[in-house]
Nanobody, 115 residues
Framework: QVQLVESGGGLVQAGGSLRLSCAAS????????MGWYRQAPGKQRELVAL???????NYADSVKGRFTISRDNAKNTVDLQMNSLKPEDTAVYFC?????????WGQGTQVTVSS
């Protein structure tokens, strides 16, 4: 089993910044990808940013230029730096990891951006 523990959510005013962190632990043999998804009330969970094997990254169009994902393969951690936050970024943010082709999720951390 793999456990993902997130930290760093909270309340921030529009235009502000937050940094989310996620650490993976447990039976980690090969992490293919790590990243972040989010789910706003009444909406489906959506990809925010993903760091795949080989160092490639993928961002949702809505966060490009504002969010930056960084991953430490040695520590099995992934961070999400969120700048220029907007009220529409308000959601529960979930850490994601794919280990040996099995998907794992964190418990989620709330990010609220006030206007």
């Amino acid at each position: 089993q793999v456990q993902l523990v997130e930290s760093g959510g909270g309340l921030v005013q529009a235009g502000g910044s937050l940094r989310l962190s996620c650490a993976a632990s447990g039976s980690i043999f090969s992490v293919n990808a790590m990243g972040w998804y989010r789910q706003a009330p009444g909406k489906q969970r959506e990809l925010v940013a993903l760091s795949a094997g080989g160092g490639s990254t993928n961002y949702a169009d809505s966060v490009k230029g504002r969010f930056t994902i960084s991953r430490d393969n040695a520590k099995n951690t992934v961070d999400l730096q969120m700048n220029s936050l907007k009220p529409e970024d308000t959601a529960v943010y979930f850490c994601y990891a794919q280990v040996l082709f099995t998907n794992y999720w964190g418990q989620g951390t709330q990010v609220t951006v006030s206007s």
